[in-house]
């Protein structure tokens, strides 16, 4: 069997996790398939070097430019795929446009499926993500959503679908990082300034926005690099950066605590055992539900750790879902 998986953009960090979560996920469901990763995003990513790109202030504002055509992706150059396979939270309304035209190449004898996936809970939005999602002409579509909500709202328009689990959670299988000599704690905070942290032990200061704002324009991302937090972190001690995934999951596995305002640096530290708080009021933040269960409403209030044994469940669950899926294809 080929599987295609495509990745989102590696720009953002936490993305990168879900890239190798995802992979993780399918190797251990089908370990006997052919499984080919490229990106989501080629056209997005080739329109966005246009100058155009200097006046984009929203994901929204994306227009077809001359010659978009002529861009080509890797899987024109398949003829057949089993399985096209999108991970992480790509159900809104500003990214759908954009990787539509390559699910499109796929026939009636393959299967799409969205795996660790989260949306919009706009009820504005919800209509047209669905609508666009039925133009997909396959054998098969599938929904494995990482929250309940996101398989709430979604799951009716699918051929299969399953409540289950992020693809970060899976980070732990892809990377075992070695163990360090040294006790820190980690900060990782690029929307809020890092509050007070009380604690015995260093803290290191990582930043998920070191490659910059993934496919923004010039003027978001100059926004982006005098915020609040990008300026505080430069005005602090043992500040991180890296274009190495596994520098931050050294970082996250090997830390006492982790506190954040980011999502999956959260994730990624509770998919190694470690304590986590997140710094953020955001709808995506119940993806926590389902390995924290009721210690998932407070990982904004305090510091949280994971039942491994139920993070575990839930993965295997996920995996044997997908075993399932095979049936109906």
Not at 108 to 122: A, D, I, K, M, Y
């Amino acid at each position: 069997m080929r599987i295609v998986l495509l990745k989102t953009w590696l720009t953002n960090i936490g993305n990168g996790f879900i890239n190798k979560g995802a992979g993780v996920c399918l190797r251990k469901a089908f370990p006997d398939a052919d499984i080919i990763e490229f990106s989501l995003f080629p056209q997005y990513t080739a329109m966005q070097s246009g100058l155009k790109n200097v006046f984009q202030f929203r994901y929204g504002t994306i227009r077809a430019i001359p010659g978009e055509q002529r861009i080509v992706n890797v899987l024109n150059l398949f003829k057949e795929a089993d399985l096209v396979v999108v991970p992480g939270a790509i159900l809104y309304k500003n990214w759908i446009p954009t990787f539509m035209k390559i699910l499109q190449k796929g026939n009636n004898e393959t299967s799409v499926v969205f795996l660790g996936c989260g949306g919009s809970p706009n009820p504005e939005e919800i209509g047209y993500i669905k609508d666009r999602l039925r133009a997909i002409k396959c054998r098969l579509k599938a929904l494995f959503s990482r929250d309940t909500e996101t398989f709430d709202y979604y799951s009716d328009i699918f051929d299969f679908s399953y409540d289950g689990i992020d693809c970060g959670f899976f980070v732990s299988d892809w990377y075992r990082p070695p163990r360090c000599d040294e006790e820190f704690i980690v900060a990782t905070f690029d929307k809020i300034k890092e509050p007070k942290l009380n604690s015995k032990y260093k803290v290191i200061r990582l930043s998920h926005s070191s490659l910059g704002t993934p496919f923004a324009g010039f003027i978001r991302e100059m926004y982006s690099t005098i915020s609040c937090a990008r300026i505080n972190i430069w005005r602090k001690d043992n500040t991180f950066f890296s274009d190495s995934l596994e520098d931050y999951l050294f970082f996250y596995a090997n830390a006492k605590e982790v506190h954040s305002d980011r999502v999956h640096a959260c994730v990624a530290a509770l998919s190694y055992g470690v304590p986590a708080r997140l710094y953020y009021s955001t709808h995506r933040a119940k993806l926590f539900e389902k390995v924290l269960g009721d210690a998932g409403e407070n990982i904004t209030k305090k510091i949280v750790c994971i039942d491994h044994d139920k993070l575990e469940k839930e993965k295997m669950g996920l995996i044997n879902a997908l075993k399932e899926l095979l049936k109906f294809m």
